[in-house]
């Protein structure tokens, strides 16, 4: 929702600075122009990208629609969710978790977490780790080197979108000088016309560099940034779960793994040790575990 509000800020202050020094609007509307940077940007990106990476900017994009979804009830159910499978763990031993590891979608424990059950992402790490941690040949050390290269080879695939953004916003000044060149050639192929036929060709050639300079700042570096920060926040979400994931494999007991999960959640968001204690009493635990 911010994303559409800021666009709106950016779009209403430029026209309405634009208006109140007596410009037309009528003016900008230079189809032409929007075609010629539009279609170059869209063109730039399908020639430097596969068609995986483009449905993925995509759906970067309409995912900021729906607002960053990584709050602090969102990690309290987290926490939640890691202290009732380190507790089940605990009480019938490791292999009381293979049922769960194995098939998370089928399983009583993971059910009772939707949000986490929604990220495939972060089940499939859970999970996987959790694998490895069944078979006993991984040490919290290797672990730790095990969980790192996951998740950066993660977050350097789900960092595209905001990087392949960044880059078209980078080019859009170009494409304007582009449009504005264009326009002036047509400008000058009329030199003989009437006054304000040539005012009409330079004007609308000047608007392509006008949408080329608000487009790369007024929108396509926004939305890489607001990428960048979804991204940012869905890392944060996986270094939770490695964090608990490394202090059980090093076995620490399941109030301090999802502690030092706690700890790893930046402050704004994090919830407090007194939430995460009332929650866990409340059926974030043994009680889970048992019904599981």
């Known amino acids: 929702m911010f994303v559409i509000i800021g666009t709106l800020v950016v779009i209403g202050a430029v026209l309405g600075g634009y208006i109140m020094h007596g410009g037309k609007i009528g003016a ?34 309409l995912g900021l629609m ?27 031993g ?8 194995e098939k998370p979608h089928e399983s009583s424990l993971f059910s009772q977490y939707p949000f986490l059950m929604g ?8 999970c996987d ?27 350097e695939e789900a960092n595209k979108p905001a990087e392949v953004l960044a880059k078209v916003g980078d080019a ?22 009437p006054p304000e036929e040539i005012g009409h060709k330079v004007a609308a050639a000047l608007v392509g560099t006008f949408l080329g300079v608000l487009l790369a700042y007024g929108v396509f570096q926004p939305l890489a940034s607001a990428v960048e920060g979804h991204v940012k926040s869905e890392h944060q979400y996986m270094q939770c779960i490695r964090q608990a994931l490394i202090a059980f494999a ?13 700890r790893s959640i930046e402050p704004g968001v994090r919830p407090s040790f ?13 009680n889970q575990a048992q019904a599981a």
């Open 129 to 155: 780790t959790m694998k490895v941690v069944l078979t006993g040949a991984v040490g919290a050390y290797e672990l730790g080197d095990l969980t790192e290269t996951d998740l950066e080879a993660h977050h």
């Open 274 to 286: 007194q939430e995460l204690e009332e929650a866990t009493r409340a059926g974030g635990g043994a």
């Open 28 to 61: 900008l509307i230079q189809i032409s122009e929007f075609i010629i940077i539009g279609g170059a940007g869209l063109g730039s990106m399908m020639v430097g990208n596969p068609p995986s990476v483009m449905t993925q900017v995509i759906k970067s994009v």
């Open 119 to 126: 990220n495939h992402h972060a089940v499939n790490f859970l």
């Open 172 to 193: 859009m000044p170009g494409f304007g000088i582009v449009a504005a060149v264009l326009g002036v050639v047509i400008t000058m192929g009329a030199i003989d016309g």
């Open 250 to 262: 090093r076995g620490d007991a399941p109030m301090t793994c999802v502690e030092f999960a706690r």
């Open 66 to 92: 729906k607002g960053n979804p990584f709050t602090t009830p969102v990690y309290l159910e987290l926490l939640k969710a890691l202290f009732a499978l380190f507790t089940l763990a605990r009480k019938e």
């Open 94 to 101: 490791l292999l009381a978790l293979e049922q769960h590891v």
